[in-house]
């Protein structure tokens, strides 16, 4: 596929595109490692994965924006950016997301336990000045390495560096290290909050004109 055919939008979508952004997200993730270790059971896991990823995607706070990438008009990547000044969320925001997360794992106490002690550090570790966050970056599997991920990227780094704002990210999949780093984002921070759990790793991107300086 070539990447001319790509087109990204950022207006606000329909419950229907909102929903198909959930389950592009749900598919992307439902083979990595930390889920995969949170629900070992594949249907489980599914259905909680759209729950998780409908609440993230539906509540980023008044500044955050849901990009999505598509094909033909049809969603294949979703991507959620937060800009300076809009993390921490305000408490409505926070509710929703802990909401959905808590609605995603309720069957399972022991995952419950597990994935709120990593959202503990998560928001623990988190920078505190202002900076670009990337919440989620998710491509539908048949689309991944067609230039979706950067389609995604590229406007929110571009507005970082001529801001001269980092960005920040995590990620729980090892071998996401590398497809970042050619981003420029480097590994800051290795959280590993549940024992016997897999690490959750914190990267921060420094603005392009910082480094030429």
Same mark, same amino acid.
């Given at each position: 596929m070539a990447r001319r055919e790509l087109s990204v939008h950022d207006t606000p979508l329909t419950k229907?595109?909102?929903?198909?952004?959930?389950?592009?997200?749900?598919?992307?993730f439902h083979t990595d490692p930390f889920f995969e270790f949170l629900?070992?059971?594949?249907?489980?896991?599914?259905? @909680?994965?759209?729950?998780?990823?409908?609440?993230?995607?539906?509540? +980023?706070?008044?500044?955050?924006?849901? !990009? /999505?990438?598509?094909?033909?008009g049809r969603i294949v990547g979703v991507g959620a950016w937060v800009p300076p000044g809009g993390y921490p969320y305000p408490a409505s925001t926070q509710v929703?997301?802990?909401? @959905?997360?808590?609605?995603?794992?309720?069957?399972?106490?022991?995952? +419950?336990?597990?994935?709120?002690?990593? !959202? /503990?550090a998560i928001e623990k570790a988190h920078p505190k000045e202002d900076l670009w966050y990337l919440q989620l970056l998710a491509c539908a599997p048949e689309h991944q390495r067609t230039g979706v991920g950067v389609s995604l990227m590229?406007?929110?780094?571009?507005?970082?560096?001529?801001?001269?704002?980092?960005?920040?990210?995590e990620t729980q999949n090892e071998d996401n290290l590398?497809?970042?780093?050619?981003?420029?984002?480097?590994?800051?921070?290795?959280?590993?909050?549940?024992?016997?759990g897999p690490p959750l790793w914190a990267l921060r991107r420094e603005p392009r004109s910082v480094r030429a300086a």
């Open positions: 229907l595109e909102l929903q198909d952004a959930a389950l592009v997200s749900a598919h992307a629900s070992p059971g594949a249907i489980q896991r599914s259905q @909680g994965l759209v729950i998780w990823s409908h609440s993230i995607c539906a509540h +980023l706070g008044p500044k955050g924006t849901l !990009l /999505t990438a598509r094909r033909e929703a997301q802990m909401l @959905g997360a808590l609605h995603a794992l309720y069957r399972t106490p022991t995952a +419950l336990v597990k994935g709120l002690r990593y !959202l /503990t590229e406007g929110s780094l571009s507005r970082a560096d001529d801001d001269g704002v980092a960005a920040y990210l590398a497809y970042y780093a050619r981003f420029g984002f480097e590994v800051v921070n290795v959280l590993s909050p549940v024992r016997a």
